[in-house]
């Protein structure tokens, strides 16, 4: 199977339910499962593209098509929670169950790209469990990661078809998974990152929170552009955020500041934030950090504040101050006075 040919195919397919114009923000756990499965593909050492709320939540395609729809649901799965019609809102009207969802865009893919593999993933929070009610033949169902709903007893797949407008599913395409812990989902996958770079490249001191700052980033680009990640990106951001292990710390330079600054919470904790995404291409964060360093140059300056208060009263930076408070513009002059000496 050529990626880039089947990609393209998958971009070109007409979405018929609107994404939330604020879905990605709202829903970082499902941020959280495509990274974590993308690094799953890297450990398989599989050539991969990601493709982010097109046709379904996410798609990944490697040898097959993954069809991945993430679902932030508070009690554990159950036959009636895969049927039951969804509530109406302003971009899905349709009514349709989770299993209808899922059904109907496989049926889509499997249209449009016939001759690949194609399967479709549900993705739940590590915490719910799937029920008994599923099946009574799987011993110690509550405790299975990965459930194929081929396993499903007889009698869930006919309530199943009986409750949804279809007459029969491949059930053997069709998955459900109990992935990462919601309310620790970048924690856990940050640490798969660590784990699975340490696994492939050897140990390595990895920046996984610029990582996984830098491929949420992305992800927001990609799915504004309608485009792909890839695994030659992905690599590309390993080496990147690998490198970092010389990188200054907020210890290293935190004499620079005053006394208040020097105690101050807010700075303490947006020097490794902001520095991480001074690592990300076109972050605007790093045009404004580019910006400042190009106009100042440090023999002429007495200290930072110097350059704080030229900010502040300067026209020319006048967006900056517009977007960033005053801790972030200092932060990023503390970044930029500590490169040039080092």
């Known amino acids: ?102 059904y109907i865009n496989y049926n889509k893919v499997k249209k449009e790209i016939g001759e690949s593999k194609v399967e479709c993933h549900l993705l739940v929070c590590e915490t719910n469990e799937f029920s008994k009610k599923l099946s009574k033949d799987l011993k110690d169902i509550k405790n299975l990661k990965l459930l194929c709903f081929q396993e499903l007893s007889e009698g869930v797949k006919q309530e199943i078809i009986n409750a949804t407008v279809f007459d029969n599913y491949e059930w053997a395409r069709i998955y459900a998974a109990r992935l990462i812990p919601k309310s620790r989902h970048e924690e856990v996958t940050r640490i798969f990152i660590e784990d699975t770079i340490n696994e492939i490249f050897g140990d390595n001191k990895i920046n996984s929170t610029a990582l996984y700052n830098a491929l949420t980033y992305e992800i927001r680009r990609i799915r504004k552009n309608k485009s792909e990640l890839t695994n030659t990106f992905l690599t590309q951001e390993i080496h990147k955020y690998t490198s970092l292990e010389n990188d200054v710390s907020f210890s290293d330079c935190a004499h620079l500041l005053n006394d208040k600054d020097r105690r101050s919470i807010q700075i303490s904790l947006m020097f490794s934030e902001i520095n991480s995404f001074l690592q990300i291409t076109n972050h605007p964060l790093l045009k404004d950090y580019q910006k400042i360093s190009e106009y100042f140059n440090l023999k002429s300056m007495d200290d930072l504040y110097e350059i704080f208060d030229k900010i502040k009263n300067n026209d020319y930076f006048k967006d900056i101050c517009i977007r960033l408070n005053d801790h972030e513009i200092k932060v990023l002059i503390l970044l930029f006075v500590v490169k040039e000496i080092v």
């Open 1 to 102: 199977m050529i990626l880039n040919s089947v990609t393209k195919q998958l971009l070109a397919i007409v979405d018929e339910e609107k994404g939330g114009e604020n879905a990605l923000d709202g829903f970082e756990f499902q941020i959280s499962s495509a990274i974590y499965l993308i690094f799953n593909e890297l450990k398989d050492k599989k050539d991969f593209a990601l493709i982010y709320e097109k046709i379904e939540d996410f798609i990944i395609v490697s040898d097959k098509i993954h069809l991945y729809q993430a679902k932030s649901v508070s009690n554990n799965i159950t036959p009636k929670l895969l049927y039951k019609p969804s509530r109406i809102t302003k971009n899905d009207s349709t009514g349709l169950s989770i299993i209808e969802k899922m």
